[in-house]
């Protein structure tokens, strides 16, 4: 004879289907070609990434798109010690924003390829993409990124993004 | 510009929550997946099926040796068409959602009925049908069907 029952998983599930406008869409087909791409606001010079409609400080419309690095600046990061659901990575890890060079905004990305006690605001890193037979329309086409072991970039020259 | 064309995908999103369904509901559970419907005798001398935990008159815990077998044959005291079946319920084509007090019981049950429209009304009996496999959940009844 089984056990009794204790417990059930009852999922929860909405299922939508996402379209994300032309700017996210300019970005994503980036992302299917290894480029992480943004858009300059002509009235201030921020580069969004990813890029909207237009720029939520002035107000205008974007006009030029750029390319910019895969490598960048850890601003600011968390240690995560409890997995949640469908996660598979060893505990600590370091969740980052990372500015990467050429943008005015940061990006949150899996930090991986250093202890989490010695990930520090100001790390320099690149990104680490998945093999380019698997990238999509998806910023997941970049795993992680890990510290590419060049020193530290200075508070002054990040402290507005963290 | 880049292309500008705007894609579009499919998206989800999930969450599993894990309950536990303490002595009443587990009870209930296990005789679905033994194939056999459990209700709960109450102080007003009542069986409402799932069973409670506690009564709904007196508050108090129901005892375990209150669980009496229900159904599973009953009858549909009210119902609604559902023409265009979501994904995740009870069945892929149009049924009816119903609530049916089984046989022994003085509360209803709602789950899905497969019959025709023009078939279902309020009154008629019904029969659970069983899934192929039962693990012990409430889809453990697949749905009801008419009665032969």
Known sequence: MSDPVTGIITPIRLDYTYTPGTSPSAFLRGMKDGKILGRRCPSCGKVYVPPRGGCPMCGVEFAEEVQVSDSGTLVTFAVVNVNFANRVIDLPYVSGEVLFDGADTTSMVLVQGIAADEVRMGMRVTAHWLPREEWDFTFANIDYVEPTGEPDADYASYKEHV | ?148
């Open chain 2, 1 to 148: 510009m880049s292309s500008t064309e705007v894609l579009s995908a499919p998206h989800f999103m999930e969450f599993g929550y894990t309950r536990s369904t303490g002595p009443m509901v587990g009870a209930f559970l296990t005789g679905l997946r033994d194939r056999q419907v459990l209700g709960v005798r109450d102080s007003s001398n009542r069986v409402v099926v799932p069973p409670p935990e506690y009564d709904a008159t007196t508050a108090e815990a129901l005892p375990a040796d209150a669980l009496v077998p229900v159904g599973p044959e009953g009858v549909v005291t009210s119902w609604s068409w559902n023409p265009q079946p979501r994904l995740g319920q009870p069945m892929d084509r149009p049924f009816a959602w119903a609530l049916v007090r089984l046989d022994g019981a003085d509360t209803a049950v709602l789950h899905a009925l497969d019959a025709l429209p023009t078939q279902v009304r309020t009154g008629m009996r019904v029969q659970v049908r069983w899934a192929a496999e039962t693990v012990g959940a409430i889809t453990d009844i697949a749905c009801f069907e008419p009665c032969p």
